[in-house]
């Protein structure tokens, strides 16, 4: 029997099109599908009439300036981790107030940057606080970033709370927190969590109570929470999707339990990265070659894990087709890339174990897609082995856009040439 893959979010014709135009591999990202997402969270509404006041995007998941640009028309805000990713919200056209940094520590570049402009600031270490405060024009209110004290994602490598966590500022060492914050003149004006990365709804609500009690020792000047993104997609094609409505229903009575006690209105916000992009992005890829190793029969494409590097990093699972064959008879292939690495493999389990996949027999110069790689995907991408960095493309409103241009070899080799003596 045919394993199922999830169906490609644009028509074959079309992908077809876009690899003779803009050559493989090659990124293709539908506008539709990512702002169907975004709708979905701007829309999602508990019991109580009210939902997310605000919904953050966390670019590192893909920090494309298209994206960016059609999030922020669409109302989403934005998350940024580095002063990259600050100089490129800005270039995406966001006020700096609508940029929240979110990191563990500051380097020296960013804290000349919110010394520049007014980001807001989601502090994870206590050291943070005193750096702000000693920039003269930086912000003077803050959102601390709360390690609960326990962690959950797709992959141990990807949770953020807990011990073995280095982010956040530990439960425990909070009232501290809170009192030197306070101590240099910056204002705790919201409270954030995140536990991690694709995790699943019961160990994302986990982290309610501890908000809750957080709420207690910051007190009056509370105005957010945030419950932080790691909502996961269906990555496999019978996968049941996350229960948003669930996900909503359960921080909205979060909120109103905080409201309670403190006795006044509280923005409720999230911060998704995956759930926005994962599924509006695919990675298409040619086929260069068939082998067989042993027991092993190897697909070669022209894609590896320098643009999804997720498969050997994780034993990420990302659902592959190939155009035009998806009604012939599958057989087990292992699909891998060009580097000269043995991790170089798409169809790996934890650990690195082969995983063959069921696929329909490829020709040399078929189109393969590897699905749902929107998210972590070219955030990711590296120049291993001085492989280019892929293309992008976006599809919008049936007009396809480059959104980024092939690297060039100049591009790779241009900084080290004007070292050269
Ligand atoms: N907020 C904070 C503070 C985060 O650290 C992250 C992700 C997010 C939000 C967004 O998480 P999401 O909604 O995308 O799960 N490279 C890994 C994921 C690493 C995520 C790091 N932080 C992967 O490919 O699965």
Redesign the pocket.
């Known amino acids: 029997m045919n394993q199922p893959t999830k169906a490609r979010i644009l028509p074959d014709e079309l992908l077809r099109e876009f690899a003779q135009r803009f050559g493989t591999p090659l990124y293709v990202y539908d506008a539709a599908t990512l702002l169907a997402r975004a709708t979905e969270l701007l829309d999602a509404r508990a019991s109580d009439g009210r939902g997310f006041d605000f919904v953050r995007y966390?670019q590192?998941?893909n920090p494309n300036l298209a994206l960016l640009e059609l999030l922020r028309e669409h109302g989403v805000l934005v998350?940024a981790?580095s002063s990259g990713e600050l100089v490129r919200a800005r270039s995406a056209g966001y006020a700096p107030h609508q940029i929240q940094f979110?990191a563990d520590l500051f380097d020296r570049d960013t804290l000349a940057r919110l010394g520049a402009e007014p980001f807001a600031v989601?502090v994870?270490s206590p050291d943070m606080l005193e750096q702000l405060a000693a920039v003269p024009s930086a912000t003077r209110e803050v959102t601390l970033?709360v390690n609960p004290g326990f962690g959950h994602?797709?992959?141990a490598?990807?949770s953020?709370g807990g011990s073995t966590s280095k982010?956040g500022i530990w439960h425990e060492a909070l009232p501290s927190a809170v009192l030197r914050a306070r101590r240099h003149g910056l204002e705790v004006v919201g409270l954030?969590v995140?536990i991690?990365?694709?995790?699943d709804l019961e160990n994302l609500t986990r982290s309610g109570a501890a908000l809750e009690a957080a709420a207690r020792v910051v007190g009056a000047s509370l105005e957010s929470i945030s419950a932080?993104?790691?909502?996961?997609v269906p990555y496999r094609a019978n996968e049941a999707r996350f229960d948003l409505q669930k996900h909503v229903e359960f921080w909205c009575g979060v909120r109103a339990r905080i409201e309670g006690q403190l006795q006044r209105r509280i923005d409720l916000e999230l911060?998704?990265?995956?759930?926005?992009?994962?599924e509006c992005g695919l990675l298409l890829s040619e086929v260069r070659g068939l082998k067989r190793n042993g027991e092993h029969e190897y697909v070669l494409v022209d894609a590896g894990f320098h643009n999804l590097?997720?498969p050997a990093?994780?034993g990420?699972w990302h659902d592959i087709s190939v155009l035009g064959r998806d009604n012939e008879p599958h057989e087990p292939f292992l699909v891998a890339g060009p580097l000269c690495e043995s991790a170089d493999v798409f169809t790996q389990g934890k650990g690195g174990a082969p995983l063959p996949r069921e696929l329909p027999r490829p020709r040399i110069g078929d189109l393969v897609c590897l699905h749902d790689a929107g998210?972590?995907?070219a955030?990711?991408a590296s120049n291993y082995n001085s492989q280019l960095l892929a293309a992008e493309v976006l599809v919008e409103h049936s007009e396809a856009r480059l959104v980024r241009q092939r690297q060039s070899f100049e591009h790779l080799l241009e900084a080290e040439l004007r070292c050269r003596r």
């Not at 932080?228 to 996961?232: C, E, F, K, T, V």
């Open positions: 966390a590192k998941a998350d981790v979110c989601n994870g970033r994602g797709h992959d490598k990807v953020t982010h954030h995140h991690g990365s694709g995790s932080g993104g790691g909502l996961p911060e998704p990265g995956r759930y926005l992009v994962a590097v997720r990093m994780y990420a998210a972590y995907g955030a990711m």
